[in-house]
């Protein structure tokens, strides 16, 4: 029998007798990320596409809704912080090994660039959108005409953005189930497909509600094969890893992993979308909350069993 | 069901007004945070104490503001009991001073409605109290029927109060329930106790036998020291204990003894010595009396003997006995503390203190020292009054070997009865808690329910403050003066403990009590001081110093009057014993009666479904003292009860799994206790740590956390020498549902 | 200069002293602590092994909370001590949730607090305040650069192991064994 105990009653705060030094705001800080990356990123792909015209949904309409969540995502992590009023010392430097920081600065940019880029289609959306003040419809104008700079700028940064939401958890060496190359894809992809699926139930033409719906198709595809990939990456790691994978296949996260995240998540959705394309009729809004909820569940299921494994010894 | 004189009174029912005091602006306790994160520095002052946590009195340097805060406690370079570092629960000394548990204010029983209750009262309510009831004791049966339980340092105050009335009941738990046996047997052979600290030279031993001894859990910090040192010099240690216990992990040889079976194993190594003739020959030719009588006594006692007793293998047992014979003469059989373990203790510990003749280990360098202490003179005082009566004369004939008064044997005379002259009517409890440390609790209770008038001086309400007559809160050795320390050593030294920080609350230091006690007894004559610094300070003006130096030093170290600390090469010596030599056969037992060599008697064993119950020290406690202490409950706030894996396996226990357990007698624990599931107990025992299960809810941290081991001791083998109480003889079984409520519903 | 600690696990005896002379010395909150004694026991009785160590963090050299640190609080200090600023420390939780040791916990007062080495006594030229107490003498505390140092010469007479090494942060944390 091998027994290891603490005889010195250790018991941190939010460190023993397990690490959750981070509750629902990081999961959720990154998930908001991660959509609001999705569909900024679909907005300028499209824009440079010059589907301007094709997808208005996704290139004027969804990204509205995108400050909101960077907003609420930011005030997510500012709640996460032990030490509120020094939030602001994260912008004093940019440490390039932080994906913390990064990610921080990454949010300062991406949050204004899409507030003017939806404040640039403001008026196309409301005709009766007043702005008041002349130099603002001058600033309007200076933005349209530089669109397509600022779209370059915007898909640059959602893909960061997109990858800062699973490189940050897959920087930490020390959880071994964030500790996989697969997380960031994984991430990234989902992220993608959350965008995807807030755009095509948005979506009033059912042209553009179609591909969405296809293009999310493809995504779980690739979630799934990721996930796969990532557990037998872990299988075939150390015992460490091998145990961080346990706790997914028998062990406390099972079965909301396998049941919501998955299943609810990936595989429904999934169905749903395949039955649409052979011309089933299926409200688009099931599989696209579907999807949102699996994604959102992906999220807070690896924040928190990724804290719960941990290097023995 | 007869009505009690003296129900249990939870401190929790007195006034409130107590606890208005207790505001202190940093809050420890609490776990509160620290306002300012500064590192303290200049303005903390030191001043020098020594450790009252436990009895190895270390000598250190407190370390606080004028605010009265105190920052930490470290250890004094000079001081030989410690070298500058105390051990966790003198560094966490601190929690002491900071626990809001505390007693905050005199208390005095009454009854109100028809109900008990303390009520708050003043030091002269309280102490007036305390005298008139002792005056009426003293008028109506004699003042020798009032005793004194003590354990701490005030007690020495308390004792000469006593005295001063003409009793000399003076009476503390570290004989009886301790290291009686072992002083018993010490003396009866070599004319010579062993005391405090233990005089065994362990940093220069080549091999360290350990019988029972837990150091590294019992944490008494020269030992520990010493024994780390010895490990470095690659010293053997060979260990024996039925548990693996952390000194058996630092054991070249552990010996995984069947329990209660050690004086065979004793008789076994005896006997191998002796027909190998391994033993030192000059050395028990020159100093021993009644070798060949051992010899002839011992001569079937061979290992395979003890095998079939002990369950340790004859090569083993060989083995260790050549392991010591090759480091002789620097060997130790280690003497042990807490012997009190089977009833036949005296004649084990005749058997260890055998063992070390035959190794010469006895005044030879890396066996036994010759310790020294500076002894400071009393006061000048008249000389106090004779008793007319003792202990002894409730039962005459009875316990003539032991050398100080026997604990349980004040509470059987207590209890009444008609063929005893002497019952005692009064107890004076200081620094003691006795319903944690006396086995056998029905007993004491009856006992405290027979007396006239019981007063208990306590730091904390612990439960035996809740059946006294009047509480006298002390304030703790962080805010007072004691009488020094003059313990021995290898070189006399004494130590100076002194307020560091004001009292907290309304506490008193025991000198002011008494002070103030003989006053209100019209014993002025007997404490003729002023104050307790004029006191210290014409004793050390005695022995050339000074208390303004020793408040520099804390801890001064005089020459030794003589270079004897170990025996010169042949030299002559006279032992205090009637012989004249170290006694392998004891005149003194003989003619009590006794066997003058120990012969091995066997101990009942556990009973199907039940288990030995063990127990012994966290290193991070000091018996049920500290359980309430915020920064040792910080690093253990409850015993666990170790369980080996057959075991648990048996009855499907899970770790952590809280279980009930009830002894013997039927007698329940009022608290569970978790299972820890380990291998380093045995199949027949369970393990836990002594102190725990407090059951006064004015404890908040310690209250119902864990179990006490001593509610479990109902059967009491006792030492028919010295009357030892050996508390290794209960079994328990395992209760999964709260036995305690079922009795209620039926 | 790069400071290490040794700790003789033959000596260890897990009394925890370490911990409470780190919690005055350091004004460490009651419920926290920056050290902290694992016991490991392996074999079946009476065939037992049993170590014991006091933990606490690694120092490490390639320590991966300094690296994730967003705004540079936790930082190498003279030594190779690694430190946090208190006020420069946002309480993120980046630092907690990359260390492989658990070693560091959030202060009541927000920041992140840990081991510090006790820099403020070794810049006076004191030890560490758990070295200081051990009643074992098992702890080593100085330079590993160098070679008279107590560290460097208990490391070259005795064998011993790192925490978790293939977390690659090169703990400076040796357990004598
Ligand atoms: N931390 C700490 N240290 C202390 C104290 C404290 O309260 N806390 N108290 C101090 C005091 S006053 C005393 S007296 C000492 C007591 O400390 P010791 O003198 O060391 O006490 P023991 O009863 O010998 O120790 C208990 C050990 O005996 C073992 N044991 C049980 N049954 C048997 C048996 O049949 N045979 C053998 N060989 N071993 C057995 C147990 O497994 C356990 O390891 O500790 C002192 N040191
Ligand atoms: N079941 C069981 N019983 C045992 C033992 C065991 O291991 N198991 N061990 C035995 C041994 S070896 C011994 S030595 C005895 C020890 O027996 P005790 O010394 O009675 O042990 P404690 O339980 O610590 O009780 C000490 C009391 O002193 C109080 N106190 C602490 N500091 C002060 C102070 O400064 N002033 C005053 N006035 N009071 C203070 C505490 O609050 C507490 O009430 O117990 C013996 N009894
Ligand atoms: S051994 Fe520990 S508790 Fe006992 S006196 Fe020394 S420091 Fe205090
Ligand atoms: S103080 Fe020393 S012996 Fe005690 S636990 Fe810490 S390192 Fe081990
Ligand atoms: S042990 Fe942890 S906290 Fe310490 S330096 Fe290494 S990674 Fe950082
Ligand atoms: S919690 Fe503080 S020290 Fe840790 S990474 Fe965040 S800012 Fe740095
Ligand atoms: S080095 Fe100082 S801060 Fe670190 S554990 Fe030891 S006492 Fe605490
Ligand atoms: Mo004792």
Redesign the pocket.
Known sequence: MMEEIITSGRMNYKIDPQLHIWGWEIPLYLFLGGLAAGILYFASYYYLRGKEKDMPTAIKLAPMITPILLVIGLVALLLDLNHKPYFWKLYTTIKLESPMSWGAWTLMVVTPVSIIWSASYLREIFPNWDWKFKWLYALESYFIRNRKSLAWIMIFFSVILGIYTGILLSAFNARPLWNTSILGPLFLVSGLSAGAATIMMMSKDKLERNMFSRMDLVLIGIEIFLVIHMFMGFLASSQVQIEAAQLFLGGPYTLPFWTIAVFTGMILPGILEFLEIRGRHIPAYIPGLLILIGNISLRFIIVYAGQASRYLY | MRSNRRDFIKISSMGIGGAAVAAPAFNWAEGAIKADNKKPGAEYKRTSTYCEI??WKCAGWVYSNDEGHIWKIEGNADDPHCNGRL?P?GTGGVGMYNDTDRLKTPLIRKTKNGKQVFEEATWDEALDVVAENLKKIANEHGPECVALFTHGSGGKFFGDLLKATGSTNITAP?FAQ??GPRETAFLATYGEIIASPEFTDIRDTKCLVL?????G????NGQVQEMSEAIDKGATIIT????Y?TAASKSKHWLP?K????LALLLAWINVLITEEWYDKDYVERYTYGFDQLKNHVQSFTPEWAYGITTLAPEMIRETAKEMANASPAVIVHP????T??GDDTQRLRAVAILNALLGSWGRKGGFYSPEKKSLPSYPHPEFPKPKRTWRDAHPGKYNLALEVVSNDICDSTIPSPDRACNFKGWIVNGTNLISTLPDLNNTLEAIQNLEFMVVIDTMPMEITGYADVVLPECTYLERYDYCRTDQHREPNIALRMPAVEPKYNTKPSWWMVKKLASKMELDDFFPWKDVEELLDWQLNQVGSSLEEMKRLGVKKFPREYDDLYFFKNQEVEFNTNTGKIELYSTDLAAEGFDPMPVYTKHKEPPPGFYRL??????????SRTANNPNLTDLVDENVLWVNPQVAKDWSLKNGQPIWLENQDGVKSKFPIKVRITERIRFDSV?MV??FGHSNKKLSRAYGKGVSDSELITKVLLDPVMGGTGM?GNFVTFKLENPNEEEVMS | MRYAMAIDTKKCVGCADCVVACQTENNVPIGHCRDWIVENTAGTYPQLELEIRSERCNHCKNSPCVRCCPTGASHYSEGGIVLVTGDDCIGCGACIASCPYDARYPHPEGYVDKCTFCDHRVKNGQKPACVDVCPTHCMYFGDLDDPNSEVSNILKKRKYKRLIPEAGTDPQLYFLI
């Open positions: 436990c009895f051990c629960r570290s301790c290291r019988i029972g001894s837990h150091l859990e019992n944490m008494h024996v204990d039925p548990r216990s003894i329990p209660a079976t050690d042990g503390r807490h012997v373990w089977y063990n127990y012994g020290r966290s290193p991070a406690h000091t018996f393990y002594h102190g290794r």
